[in-house]
């Protein structure tokens, strides 16, 4: 007996049943346990065993095919799978793209992987002592990646990058916002060319980021900017 595609193995503590799945499939591993007081054995062991066996865990790193998202307006394009919705804002002084692969519908609706891509139009007006593209990455850096007081951070890597002709850097982190459930880990490119302020995040909870990475590097090298 077992979960499909997966390993398993089976304990016994104490004279209870205890089940044990553990699994590795692609990058993700998986932990399953179900057990039940010994009293409780007759009652439940039939329909628990129908349910892990019918048991199919979501296969992240399925294959699926990459489409070209972009805005209306043509300021951002990159590759994502086809199957991740959109969404799109634009006040004339930013710009704003979501692509995620949970459902966006809603204003107030929120996804845990995908990617958002900021454009901040003549930022230098909103900020004092900005002489430069330069000035501007490094102050935007400072806000925008720098840890809180409520906000466990770790820094993996931060490197200068150029990207479809313009300047910045990439950092990658992994975020934990004290008090909530909450871990997620994200790539975080920031860049600056002619007063325009680009920020682009890919982000995925701590658990999954692995599975997604290779999406996001794609994601990374067909990302188009204007």
């Not at 892990?52 to 070209?68: A, F, P, Q």
């Not at 007006?125 to 990646?145: I, P, Q």
């Not at 990058?161 to 910045?168: C, H, L, P, V, W």
Request: aromatic fraction near 12%; glycine fraction near 6%; include cysteine.
């Amino acid at each position: 007996m077992g979960i499909d595609g997966y390993t398993a193995s089976l304990t016994i503590d104490n004279g209870n049943p205890d089940f044990l799945f553990i699994g590795l499939q692609g990058k993700l591993a998986y932990e399953v346990q179900y057990s039940c007081d010994a009293d409780k054995v007759a009652k439940y062991d039939p329909l628990l065993f129908k349910m892990l066996e019918g048991m199919r865990l979501l296969d992240y790193t399925k294959k699926e095919e990459l489409v070209r998202f972009k805005d209306d307006n043509n300021q951002f394009s990159l590759l994502l799978p086809r199957s991740w919705s959109m969404k799109q804002v634009d006040d004339g002084k930013v710009a704003q793209l979501f692509i995620s692969r949970e459902a966006i519908k809603k204003d107030d609706d929120l996804f845990k992987v995908g990617v958002t891509i900021t454009k901040i139009r003549q930022a230098s007006n909103n900020f004092k002592n900005v002489r430069s593209d330069s000035d501007l990455v490094k102050l935007w850096g400072s806000l925008v990646l720098y840890p809180t007081e409520d906000m466990d951070m770790n820094l993996f890597e931060f490197k200068e990058a150029e990207i479809d002709g313009k300047f910045g850097f990439v950092a990658e982190r992994s975020i934990h916002i004290k008090g909530f459930d909450f871990y997620e880990q994200e790539i975080h490119i920031i860049l600056a060319k002619d007063d325009n302020l680009y920020d682009v995040v890919l982000e995925a909870p701590v658990m999954e980021f692995e599975a997604y990475r290779d999406i996001f590097n794609q994601a990374i090298d067909s990302l188009i900017l204007n």
